[in-house]
């Protein structure tokens, strides 16, 4: 079974910076494409980035783009996203998730960990 556990979350001021973390366990994590989706309280899931299985590949949406960087280290079994010049529209519950393609689309990936919190506030 698919095993994934996100970190890093947390409270952090407007144009802070976060690096979330998600480990991966109990699947082949190298040979999946692997996302970020949040969503905020009262609104749907919200896609954020994706990477392919090797990392040579990278996706963002355009809220993030430029200020939010998604990385692998497929020998540590590891996903990252770091968050930089956070804005308070960025506060969600932030989720990994697996998937077999590379696609902007939430619901193409399967496996999702539990989440961690963002808040961005003064």
């Known amino acids: 079974e698919v095993h994934l556990v996100e970190s890093g979350g947390g409270l952090v001021q407007p144009g802070g910076s976060l690096r979330l973390s998600c480990a991966a366990s109990e699947f082949t994590f190298g040979t999946y494409v692997m996302s970020w989706v949040r969503q905020a309280p009262g609104k749907g899931p919200e896609w954020v980035s994706a990477?392919?299985?090797?990392?040579?590949?990278?996706y963002y949406a355009d809220s993030v783009k430029g200020r939010f960087t998604i990385s692998r280290d497929n020998a540590k079994n590891t996903l990252y996203l770091q968050m930089n010049s956070l804005k308070p529209e960025d506060t969600a519950v932030y989720y990994c998730a697996a998937g077999p393609y590379l696609t902007a689309y939430a619901s193409t990936y399967g496996y999702w960990g539990q989440g961690t919190q963002v808040t961005v506030s003064s």
């Open positions: 990477i392919s299985s090797g990392g040579g590949i990278t």
